[in-house]
């Protein structure tokens, strides 16, 4: 059975940053296309990065520049360091896993990110 759990949300002051971790069981890791998505209050989902398994990355234009994503195809770990953070990042992130093979996707629970003074 697929697994994600987040980790390492927060409250932090705008400028702050934050690092968001992604454990994954229940899959062999290597075949998954990862992806970081939020969501605020109100507001659609939005997918923010992604990263596939030979470190290819994508991000939203909102955030280029001041997120990083990477994996650990070792620890089935997929990470977001968030830098720079501004109050228009709030929100809950996801952590998706999409499978190459067959399309199918599974969601974390998310972790809450809120930027405020």
């Known amino acids: 059975q697929v697994q994600l759990v987040e980790s390492g949300g927060g409250l932090v002051q705008p400028g702050g940053s934050l690092r968001l971790s992604c454990a994954a069981t229940?899959?062999?890791?290597?075949?998954?296309?990862m992806c970081w998505h939020r969501q605020a209050p109100g507001q659609q989902r939005e997918l923010v990065a992604t990263?596939?398994?030979?470190?290819?990355?994508n991000y939203a234009d909102s955030v280029k520049g001041r997120f990083t994503i990477s994996r650990d195809n070792a620890k089935n770990t997929v990470n977001l360091q968030m830098n720079s953070l501004k109050p228009e990042d709030t929100a809950v992130y996801l952590c998706?896993?999409?499978?190459?093979?067959?399309?199918?996707?599974?969601w974390g629970q998310g972790t809450q990110v809120t930027v405020s003074s």
């Open positions: 990263i596939t398994s030979d470190d290819n990355t």
């Open positions: 229940g899959m062999r890791f290597s075949n998954y296309l």
């Open positions: 998706n896993a999409r499978s190459i093979r067959t399309g199918w996707a599974y």
